[in-house]
């Protein structure tokens, strides 16, 4: 099955400062990537996506990159502010019709003002 | 996106008891997936509850252990039997967006004492 790996499993970096978290999955048939955010005593919630079709996407302050012949996607967030203080989670899947998400171990971000 | 509801929010249970936790969406749902989220950890998958079948559960999870119910499209319960303190978690129930991203409920804060 399906298997991801995240790094760095903490990252602080001062306000201002740009953030990137790097996953790698096992399987080469996975082709949707999402990227969850948690808020303390919060429930994961999605902050972007990427589809193996897609190299980078981009929404404002996040983006994604995506290697399909590496097999590793990366979160890039520019201009950290405190309120982007949080665990964050990459996931992996099939995409397909009862396909779940498989998740990676997490990061804490830590921004400092 | 859905509104998934799960109830309770938090329960605090003596050992060998049992807990069930209750998800009802807004919407009819083919597919609903559990998580459990050990604390600190990552979210981990439980099962695919399919309405009108058996749950499909993951390696390590067992249907004596975990039993689900998915009587209809919106519902689902996930039971907690004969729990010990390696049970304290938060369990998660989740329904599958068309862009293939899942959407979590609150999360249910079980503590076994």
């Known amino acids: 099955g399906e298997n991801v790996e995240q790094h760095p499993s903490t990252l602080s970096v001062q306000e201002g400062d740009s953030a990137v978290i790097k996953c790698t999955y096992s399987?080469?048939?996975?082709?949707?990537f999402p990227w969850y955010k948690q808020e303390l005593g919060k429930r994961p919630q999605l902050i972007i996506d990427?589809?193996?079709?897609?190299g980078e996407k981009k929404d404002q302050r996040i983006a994604v990159t995506l290697n399909k012949t590496a097999k590793h996607f990366s979160l890039h967030i520019t201009e950290t502010q405190p309120e982007d203080s949080a665990v964050y989670f990459c996931a992996a899947s099939l995409n397909q019709a009862g396909t779940a998400l498989i998740f990676g171990k997490g990061t804490t971000l830590s921004v400092s003002s | 996106s859905a509104v998934i509801s799960q109830k309770p929010s938090r329960d605090i249970c003596q050992r060998g008891t049992s807990l069930t936790i209750q998800c009802q969406v807004d919407s009819q749902v083919t597919m609903m997936f559990w998580y459990r989220q050990q604390p600190g950890q990552s979210l981990t998958l439980i099962a695919t509850?399919?309405?009108?079948?058996?749950?499909?559960?993951e390696s390590g999870f067992v249907i004596d252990k975990f039993p689900i119910s998915r009587p209809n499209l919106t519902f689902s319960t996930l039971t907690v039997s004969n729990m010990s303190p390696e049970d304290s978690s938060i369990y998660l129930c989740?329904?599958?967006?068309?862009?293939?991203?899942?959407?979590f409920g609150n999360g249910t804060r079980l503590t076994v004492t």
């Open positions: 989740s329904v599958g967006q068309d862009s293939g991203a899942l959407h």
């Open positions: 399987d080469s048939a996975s082709n949707y």
């Open positions: 990427i589809r193996s079709n897609v």
């Open positions: 509850a399919n309405q009108g079948s058996e749950a499909t559960y």
